[in-house]
């Protein structure tokens, strides 16, 4: 693939990642008004949150195989297709019911767009590019659930349900665009999906429990319990600090939309131009380790803050600390599954679901109990996923603690 094609690929990727992060961003300030609609609360918003990763846990494994056999670009387009058609039935819920369809089927659309998309870039990029590229993703992500945060409270103020109508539509004309412009890559050797980490061929398509039970047997096995403990973690916050800014100060969604959205507006701006050069002058893990430390931190922090600058502060710093998180993890998980990237891709984001669907859930049970309580389990699970990570660097892996992996 020529440079030209490989930077256009990189442009559409990102584009779809951003709307896919986009859209979910869009409901994060507009769901505690729009959940009023139903009467329901706190409860009702973590599961709901928890049922979108649940789909995401149980389709991406599926996702990530799937394109390491058949190719990248079919899976993104359907995935961008579900994802579209879900965003839409969610607004048009009149049932708390429908409300759980369409978020599970967001999360099913989502599994089939990011895992394609991670191992896709993984599969056009060198090691010494896949930091770089990685970052881009990264910084993708970050710019969709910032600006999309900050949209949804703008087309909120038109109708409650008009966010919805608006992201689903965005992802259909994306599905378009990836259809008719979007390279179609395939892994190679094609038959790497179809063989064992031993070079045997498998014998069939292995089901979720045992793509879980081979993901223990790899040399990330560790980095994907860092995935699923600081999703943990970070999902305590973001699933909660709508809801928690809503009972606690009375914020409107504009209020909530302008504290995620300049947070992560800071965090797009030095992922896009520092992440690479935190990668090389201290190395991923280390990136990792300082920033878990930091998103504990603040997120204790917000219990205690008043007042709407300190409050808009404390978020910014804890989603800077999140943002250079993701592509660091992103990054040495790669580089450590070799051929096998739509499997890695795949797991990783099983990983990050399974945090993300667990940790919402109790969120808001915990929320409706003490509202203090979600941040505090979040900073514990964060500082516990330290602990883990550097104990098994210090112990299996010392070479990650430097600049170069080896």
Not at 266 to 290: A, N, S
Not at 351 to 376: K, Q
Request: net charge positive.
């Amino acid at each position: 693939m020529s440079q030209k094609t490989k930077k256009l690929a990189l442009m559409i990727l990102m584009f779809n990642m951003f709307i896919t992060m986009g859209g979910i961003g869009i409901v994060v300030p507009v769901l505690p008004s729009y959940l009023e609609i139903f009467g329901v609360g706190g409860q009702i918003l973590g599961f709901l949150i928890a049922f979108f990763a649940l789909a995401q846990f149980l389709l991406s494994p599926i996702a990530g195989d799937l394109s390491d056999r058949y190719g990248r670009k079919i899976f993104v387009i359907i995935g961008l297709i579900i994802y579209g058609c879900s965003q839409i039935i969610f607004g048009l819920a009149t049932e708390v019911w429908v409300l759980f369809v369409g978020r599970f089927l967001t999360g099913v659309g989502a599994a089939f767009i990011m895992p394609p998309i991670m191992a896709y870039v993984a599969d056009i990029t060198t090691d010494e590019e896949r930091g770089k590229g990685m970052g881009m993703l990264g910084a993708a992500i970050s710019l969709g659930f910032m600006i999309g945060p900050g949209i949804g409270g703008f087309l909120a103020g038109v109708d409650l349900h008009f966010p919805f109508y608006a992201s689903g539509v965005t992802a259909l004309v994306a599905a378009i665009l990836s259809m008719v412009i979007l390279p179609n890559v395939k892994p190679q050797p094609k038959i790497q999906g179809d063989l064992q980490p031993d070079g045997k061929a498998r014998p069939h398509r292995d089901n979720l429990w045992q793509q879980l039970v081979r993901s223990v047997k790899t040399p990330y096995f560790i980095l994907l319990i860092v995935v699923f403990t600081f999703s943990f973690g970070i999902a305590n916050f973001q699933a909660t600090l709508s809801m928690f800014l809503t009972l606690k100060f009375d914020y409107t969604p504009t209020d909530i939309a302008i504290v995620i959205t300049i947070g992560g507006f800071v965090g797009v701006i030095l992922q896009m131009f520092i992440i690479d050069l935190l990668f090389k002058r201290f190395g991923e893990m280390k990136v990792i380790l300082i920033n878990l430390i930091a998103a504990a931190i603040t997120m204790l922090l917000m219990i205690f803050v008043n007042g709407y600058f300190a409050i808009l502060a404390v978020a910014t710093l804890f989603q800077i600390a999140t943002v250079f998180i993701r592509p660091a993890v992103n990054t040495l998980i790669s580089k450590m599954a070799g051929k096998d990237q739509g499997f890695a891709a795949g797991m990783n984001n099983a990983y990050m679901s399974l945090g993300n669907m667990i940790g919402p859930a109790l969120a808001g049970v915990l929320l409706e109990w003490s509202l203090p309580s979600p941040f505090i389990l979040g900073a514990i699970i964060l500082i516990g996923c330290f602990v883990l990570a550097y104990g098994w660097t210090r112990m299996k892996a010392p070479s990650l603690m430097h600049a170069e992996v080896k």
